[in-house]
């Protein structure tokens, strides 16, 4: 998935923070 520990994975949208 696109969120990783709370950090934005580039290419991904939305982030998670």
Do not use: D, E, K
Not at 1 to 17: E, K
């Amino acid at each position: 998935s696109c969120c990783n520990a709370g950090f934005c994975r580039f290419g991904c949208t939305p982030c998670c923070y």
